[in-house]
């Protein structure tokens, strides 16, 4: 079993196609195939079933992908510590970050990290502070910016307060709220609202809002992404609650002070099991006072 084989078929999974595969991985499909079939000989098992018209795992391919996930990531990992110890930083780098990140520049600290370390593979994921927080905690990601309620911390990671912000509300320019300096709660309860979904993290603080103060509202729209609710914003279809320094960013929507509006905490994450070399450069390039080295 060798780990181009199973490079292979992390490809073959991951595209549902031998063809795409074959291009991912800069390989003739023949031999791309050749080697999968080498493979699932050597194993006593098929890994994929193959049709005229689709591609996808068998149960033992099932249960074949994660572990040459691990694999491959291991040996990632043995490579990368090794040019650590002779002083470069190379591997892969995987960040996940919230829409409404505001703390930090992303794409100019990526930047700024790639012209550093030019040997280290960048992954960006986007998505849920808890999503993002579970896939650190899993080892899928190596550091996270999250934007939770100031009644929540994250569990099972090493975290660091980035800053708080207190959300505003937005609504599209030709909303009579527009016209207000600021507003409150109860005024806000009377409109339609657009937001994230129920029980994430983006949406708990402005529900624990409305509830603390005895008020109800109609969240008529929910969609999975900010930017993608502002649009909606925009458009008149509903009103919203974002973190001021984010929505100070967005274009085609006005921002209102909300007089008792809640506050917003960023938080950056990391694993507690370990960081691999691109990790800790990408954590020291922050500048962040109190982050522990990691140990030798």
Request: glycine letters at 8%; hydrophobic letters at 45%; a negative charge.
């Amino acid at each position: 079993m060798e780990l181009q084989q199973m490079r292979y078929v992390v490809a073959v999974a991951e595209t549902n196609s031998f063809t795409r595969a074959a291009g991912r991985c800069l390989v003739v499909q023949s031999a791309l195939s050749h080697q999968v079939a080498r493979l699932e000989k050597e194993l006593g098992a098929r890994l994929f079933e193959r049709t005229s018209r689709r591609v996808r795992l068998t149960p033992a391919g099932a249960a074949f992908l994660p572990v040459a996930r691990q694999c491959l990531d291991a040996a990632e990992r043995a490579a990368a510590e090794v040019a650590a110890a002779v002083g470069e930083v190379r591997g892969r780098l995987a960040v996940g970050v919230i829409p409404s990140v505001a703390a930090v520049d992303i794409p100019g600290t990526l930047r700024d990290f790639h012209r550093t370390y030019p040997g280290v593979r960048i992954t960006l994921r986007v998505g849920a502070s808890e999503e993002l927080a579970e896939q650190v905690r899993e080892g899928a990601l190596d550091v996270a910016f999250l934007g939770l309620p100031t009644t929540a911390r994250p569990e099972g990671v090493d975290a660091r307060e980035l800053a708080r912000d207190r959300l505003v509300a937005v609504v599209a320019p030709d909303h009579p709220l527009a016209r207000e300096p600021a507003v409150d709660l109860l005024r806000l309860s009377s409109e339609v609202f657009v937001d994230l979904p129920a029980r994430t993290a983006g949406r708990v603080q402005s529900d624990q809002a409305f509830e603390a103060a005895g008020l109800s509202r109609d969240v008529a729209f929910e969609v999975t992404n900010a930017d993608f609710l502002a649009r909606l914003v925009g458009q008149g279809l509903g009103i919203a609650l974002l973190p001021s320094g984010y929505a100070s960013q967005l274009a085609g929507i006005t921002a209102v002070e909300v007089t008792d509006a809640p506050d917003r905490v960023e938080h950056l994450v990391w694993s507690r099991t370990g960081r691999t070399p691109a990790a800790t450069a990408f954590l020291g390039l922050l500048g962040l006072p109190g982050i522990p080295p990691e140990p030798g």
